[in-house]
């Protein structure tokens, strides 16, 4: 039984609103990757966007390295998940304050928005915009196995003698 999603279920499940955790390479050959989580932006067939601050070691790493790996899942059972990995095609040097809003709107109260854009304003001039093609794509979703498990069980309860009641023949 594969777990795999389709494309389409991928892209669907990639666009919904999921904390992104971010990998990419060690800038030298024995350091660790580095994996940050992240806020993301994704449309169906379209670039992963992502903001960060333009001096971080996640700037820096993504430069070095061209590419990223992004993957978001779904913590509460029944798991799911999406891992894309590519190459990072654009690296903007500015953030459009539209997008950095929408990002906000996309992960936060609606309530606590306008106060965080305000707080967080130098973001608008200390972060730089990068964005990625998924070109690999691995995705798993339990929701399946979870139904599967709940037929079988429901079987074997069914097939199951009923219990004797342990008053049966008395008198």
Same mark, same amino acid.
């Given at each position: 039984?594969?777990?795999?999603?389709?494309?389409?279920?991928?892209?669907?499940?990639?666009?919904?609103?999921?904390?992104?955790?971010?990998?990419?390479?060690?800038?030298?050959?024995?350091?660790?990757?580095?994996?940050?989580?992240?806020?993301?932006?994704? /449309?169906?067939?379209?670039?992963?966007?992502?903001?960060?601050?333009?001096?971080?070691?996640?700037?820096?790493?993504?430069?070095?390295?061209?590419?990223?790996?992004?993957?978001?899942?779904?913590?509460?059972? !029944?798991?799911?998940?999406?891992?894309?990995?590519? !190459?990072?095609?654009?690296?903007?040097?500015?953030?459009? !304050?539209?997008?950095?809003?929408?990002?906000?709107?996309?992960?936060?109260?609606?309530?606590?928005?306008?106060?965080?854009?305000?707080?967080?304003?130098?973001?608008?001039?200390?972060?730089?915009?990068? /964005?990625?093609? !998924?070109? /690999?794509?691995?995705?798993?979703?339990?929701?399946?196995?979870?139904?599967?498990?709940?037929?079988?069980?429901?079987?074997?309860?069914?097939? /199951?003698?009923?219990?004797?009641?342990?008053?049966?023949?008395?008198?």
């Amino acid at each position: 039984m594969s777990f795999a999603m389709t494309r389409a279920e991928s892209e669907r499940f990639l666009a919904g609103v999921h904390v992104g955790v971010l990998s990419v390479g060690g800038a030298e050959p024995d350091a660790a990757p580095l994996a940050v989580p992240v806020w993301y932006s994704y /449309r169906p067939g379209g670039l992963i966007t992502v903001l960060t601050g333009r001096a971080s070691a996640k700037a820096r790493r993504i430069r070095a390295a061209g590419r990223f790996t992004l993957c978001a899942q779904q913590e509460e059972p !029944p798991c799911r998940y999406v891992c894309v990995a590519g !190459p990072v095609v654009a690296i903007e040097d500015r953030v459009d !304050p539209e997008e950095r809003a929408a990002l906000a709107r996309r992960y936060l109260p609606p309530a606590t928005v306008a106060a965080y854009l305000v707080a967080t304003d130098e973001q608008l001039t200390a972060d730089i915009t990068v /964005r990625m093609r !998924p070109e /690999r794509w691995l995705s798993a979703d339990f929701a399946a196995v979870t139904g599967r498990i709940a037929a079988l069980e429901g079987r074997a309860a069914a097939e /199951r003698p009923a219990p004797e009641h342990p008053t049966a023949g008395c008198g």
